[in-house]
C-alpha cells in the first residue's frame, strides 16, 4: 500500500492470529489449539463497508471480535487509526472503546430482557460518563430517532418490540457514543427477508450521516453484494480472497469463492436452470487440524501437486485486489 | 379447483384446511382454509417468512401438531383415497414415514443422539415393510449410498455427533426416503447448513426426484431455492396461500403485491448493489384476530377501501395462476368480480 493512501485507512490487520487452546487429561494439558483465525493481513479504510463473508466456522466472528480486542490475539497487530492496540492495557484500550462498537446477531440475546430500551441505549453513555441528566435523556431520544423508532417507547422493554426493532435498538445503542467503526455480525441473520432490507437500508443511511466504517460480517452474498465496497472472503481461518465488490462478484479469482458464488441459489429459474454449479465435495476440515499446504486443497476442484504441499502466500495481483492461491493467474 | 391441464390423480389433495390454537391470549387463526394438489413427481414450493403458517398446514397434514392447543377446525386431506384428517392414530403411523417422508430444519433434533445411524435409518424398514436386520441393513446402506454418504458400510454404527451438519440432513433424508413415500414433505430442509452444503443437498434432491419420481413439498423462505428445484410455487402470508402458480410465472409476472414486493426486497446476487433496496414497511400481521380483511392490506401499497373490509380468495386469474387480492397489477384497476 502506498504512503499516500495511508491516511484513508483507519484500521490494519497485520498477520492476525487467534488461536483458541484445547486442553485435555486430568492435568488439563494443552493437546492442541483450534487455529480459529490463522494469518490475516487486510486492512479498512475510513468510510467503507468490508464485506467478510464464509461459512460457519471459518473465523469471520473471531475475526470482528478480535479486531475489537473482545478476545486477546495470539499473534499479529491490530492498527487503529496507525495505533497497535493488540497489546493496551485495559485502562488504555477502554479510552479506545467508544471509537469502536459491534453489532450483533441474535437481538433477542444482546438485550438485556430486564432493561428498559432508555437504560439499554444509555448504558454506554453512563459507562463512559460522557453526558447525564436531561442531556443524557435528550441523547437518548435523539438516538432512538435516528433509527426510526418512536422516542416515546424509552420505557418499553425489549420484548414488547418485533425482531426488526430489537435490531434497531441494538444499533442505537452502538451509536450512542459516536463511533468512528462498527462490527456488524451478522446483524440482519435473524430477520425475515422484508425486515432485512429495512435494516440494511437503516445501516447505509446511518453510514451517510455519519461517516461510519463498517465490518460487515455476513454469510449472505447476495446482501454484501448490495451493503459492502470490497469484500474478504474466508475459508477455515484464513482469507482466500479480497477485492472490490464488482471485482470479486464478476470475476473471481480464487476457486473457493467461485465454487462459493455458484452455490448461492438465484431468484430466477430461467438463470437457475441454465446455470453450471461447481460442487464442492465432502465438508470444511476441523480447524483444530487443518490440512497441510493450502487449507482448501482438500475440496479444491483444481488442485495441483503444489497445492497440498505449500501453503499460499497472500499476494497482490494489483488493481487493488489480493488473493490466497498458487493458481489463481490462470 | 381443477388446475389447468393435469388430468392424473393427485398424490394429495388439501381443501379448505383450517388449524388454530387455543392459547392465553385467544384464538390464533394460523391456517385459514388452504387448498392444494400435487400431482405425481411434482416438487411444490411453498414460501412465506416465519409466523406465516408454513410449518403448521404441513404438521396439519399429518397431525403432528400437539392437540391441544392446536385444533383443526376444518378441511380434507384426501391421501390415497382416505381423508387422513380422519384416520385413527394407528392407521396415520402407517403413513408417517411409510407413505409420506418427512424431512424437518434441524438434522441434529430430528435425530436421537443415543442410537446409531443405522438403528435409526432401518427402524422404519422394520416398522413399515417388517424387513428381517439383513434385508434392512442392506436398504439403509443402499439408502446411504443413494444420498451421497462414503463408505457407507462402516458408517451404520456412527452416532449422529460423529456426522457433519451437512452429512446429518442426508441421513435424514435417507430416513425420509426409507419406504419409497410417495409424498416427501421437506420443512426448510436447508436453512440450517451453509451454501455450499445446501448446494449439495440441492444437488442430490435433483438426481433423487428424477430416480424415484415422488411429489415433494418443499417448505422455504428462500426464493433462490425455490426458483432452482421447484415447479410450482404456493406463496404464504398471515395462513393463507396468497399466490399460487408456476415457478416461471411467479418470477416473471407475479400478481399479488406481496409476492412483488418479497421480490423487490431481495439484493440479488446477479444485480449490482447501486440502488436502495426496497423494503416492506410495517410488520408481520398478529395472526390472534380472526382474518375478516385481506392480512397484507395494511402494509400494501395498492390497498384500497374494499381490500380493509373483505378477504380476497384465490382466484384463478390465468392459466394454472391463482392470486387472492382485489387489485390487478397489470392493468392497474379493481378486480371486477361484484
Known amino acids: 500500500m502506498a504512503e499516500a493512501e495511508n491516511k484513508n485507512i483507519l484500521v490494519e490487520v497485520e498477520d492476525l492470529r487467534m488461536h483458541f487452546p484445547i486442553y485435555k487429561g486430568i492435568l488439563r494439558r494443552q493437546v492442541g489449539a483450534v487455529k480459529a483465525v490463522d494469518g490475516l493481513t487486510f486492512d479498512i479504510r475510513r468510510g467503507e463497508t468490508l464485506g467478510l463473508v464464509g ?36 485502562s488504555d484500550l477502554r479510552k479506545m472503546r467508544p471509537r469502536m462498537q459491534m453489532i450483533f446477531q ?21 459507562e463512559h460518563g460522557v453526558v447525564s441528566g436531561k442531556q443524557k435523556k435528550a441523547r437518548v431520544s435523539e438516538l432512538l430517532d435516528a433509527v426510526g423508532l418512536d422516542p416515546s417507547f424509552i420505557n418499553r422493554y425489549p420484548h414488547e418490540f ?14 450512542a457514543l459516536d463511533p468512528e467503526f462498527i462490527v456488524c455480525d451478522e446483524p440482519i441473520a435473524a430477520l425475515d427477508v422484508s425486515i432485512q432490507a429495512q435494516v440494511v437500508n437503516l445501516l447505509e443511511d446511518l453510514q451517510g450521516k455519519l461517516g461510519l466504517t463498517y465490518l460487515f460480517i455476513s454469510h449472505d452474498l447476495s446482501m454484501v453484494r448490495h451493503i459492502a465496497d470490497r469484500v474478504a472472503v474466508m475459508y477455515l481461518g484464513k482469507v482466500m480472497e479480497l477485492a472490490s465488490v464488482d471485482q470479486l462478484f464478476k470475476n473471481p479469482k480464487h476457486p473457493y469463492t467461485k465454487a462459493l458464488l455458484s452455490a448461492v441459489p438465484v431468484p430466477d429459474p430461467k ?34 501437486k503444489k497445492c497440498f504441499d505449500l501453503s499460499p502466500q497472500w499476494r497482490d495481483l494489483g488493481g487493488d485486489r489480493y488473493v490466497a492461491c498458487h493458481l489463481a493467474d490462470r | ?29 394460523a391456517v385459514n382454509g388452504l387448498s392444494f394438489q400435487l400431482q405425481p413427481g411434482e416438487l411444490l414450493g411453498v414460501v412465506g417468512e416465519s409466523g406465516c403458517g408454513k410449518s403448521v398446514t404441513m404438521m396439519s397434514l399429518l397431525k403432528l401438531l400437539p392437540m391441544p392447543p392446536a385444533e383443526i377446525v376444518s378441511g380434507k386431506v384426501l ?3 382416505n381423508d387422513l384428517l380422519h384416520t385413527d392414530e394407528e392407521a396415520l403411523r402407517k403413513v408417517r414415514g411409510g407413505q409420506i417422508g418427512f424431512i424437518f430444519q434441524d438434522p441434529m433434533t430430528s435425530l436421537n443422539p443415543v442410537f446409531t445411524i443405522g438403528f435409526q435409518i432401518m427402524e422404519p424398514l422394520r416398522e413399515h415393510l417388517g424387513l428381517d436386520n439383513n434385508a434392512a441393513r442392506a436398504r439403509a446402506i443402499e439408502l446411504l449410498e443413494l444420498v451421497g454418504i462414503p463408505s457407507a ?39 440450517a447448513l451453509d451454501v455450499t452444503v445446501q448446494a449439495q443437498i440441492l444437488e442430490i434432491v435433483r438426481e433423487l426426484r428424477q430416480k424415484l419420481g415422488m411429489a415433494i413439498i418443499w417448505i422455504t423462505h428462500d426464493l433462490g431455492v425455490v426458483a432452482g428445484i421447484a415447479d410450482r410455487v404456493a406463496v404464504m402470508y398471515g395462513g393463507f396461500i396468497v399466490e399460487y402458480a408456476q415457478v416461471s410465472t411467479l418470477f416473471e409476472a407475479p400478481k399479488h403485491p406481496y409476492t412483488i414486493a418479497l421480490l423487490e426486497t431481495l439484493p440479488g446476487i446477479n444485480k449490482d448493489g447501486e440502488h436502495r433496496l426496497m423494503s416492506i414497511s410495517g410488520q408481520a400481521p398478529n395472526l390472534v384476530n380472526k382474518p375478516q380483511s385481506c392480512p397484507f392490506a395494511p402494509r400494501c401499497k395498492y390497498a384500497f377501501d374494499r381490500c380493509l373490509g373483505e378477504n380476497p380468495m384465490l382466484e384463478l386469474r390465468s392459466n394454472d395462476h391463482k392470486v387472492a387480492c382485489w387489485w390487478d397489477v397489470e392493468k392497474n384497476e379493481a378486480i371486477d368480480n361484484g
Request: net charge positive; hydrophobic share 35%; charged share 25%.
Open chain 1, 55 to 90: 461459512e460457519s466456522g471459518c473465523g469471520k466472528s473471531t475475526t470482528g471480535r478480535a479486531i475489537l480486542r473482545l478476545y486477546n490475539p495470539t499473534a499479529g497487530k491490530i492498527k487503529f487509526e496507525g495505533s497497535n492496540i493488540a497489546d493496551l492495557n485495559r
Open chain 1, 106 to 126: 441474535d437481538p433477542q440475546a444482546s438485550l438485556n430482557p430486564r432493561m428498559t430500551v432508555g437504560s439499554i441505549v444509555s448504558e454506554p453513555l453512563d
Open chain 1, 162 to 175: 418485533s425482531g426488526g426493532q430489537r435490531q434497531r435498538i441494538g444499533i442505537a445503542r452502538a451509536l
Open chain 1, 271 to 304: 438463470i437457475e436452470a441454465k446455470r453450471e454449479r461447481i460442487i464442492l465435495k465432502g465438508d470444511v476440515p476441523n480447524p483444530a487440524n487443518p490440512p497441510s499446504g493450502c487449507v482448501f486443497s482438500t475440496r479444491c476442484p483444481v488442485a495441483e
Open chain 2, 1 to 29: 379447483m381443477n388446475l389447468g391441464t393435469q388430468t392424473s390423480d393427485p398424490v394429495i389433495e388439501v381443501t379448505d384446511l383450517k388449524t388454530v390454537f387455543h392459547t392465553q391470549d385467544g384464538t390464533v387463526y
Open chain 2, 79 to 81: 391421501f390415497q383415497g
Open chain 2, 153 to 191: 458400510g462402516d458408517r451404520l454404527r456412527d452416532f449422529p455427533h460423529q456426522f457433519s451438519g451437512g452429512m446429518r440432513q442426508r441421513v435424514v433424508i435417507a430416513i425420509a426416503l426409507a419406504c419409497d413415500p410417495k409424498l416427501l414433505i421437506a420443512d426448510e430442509p436447508t436453512t
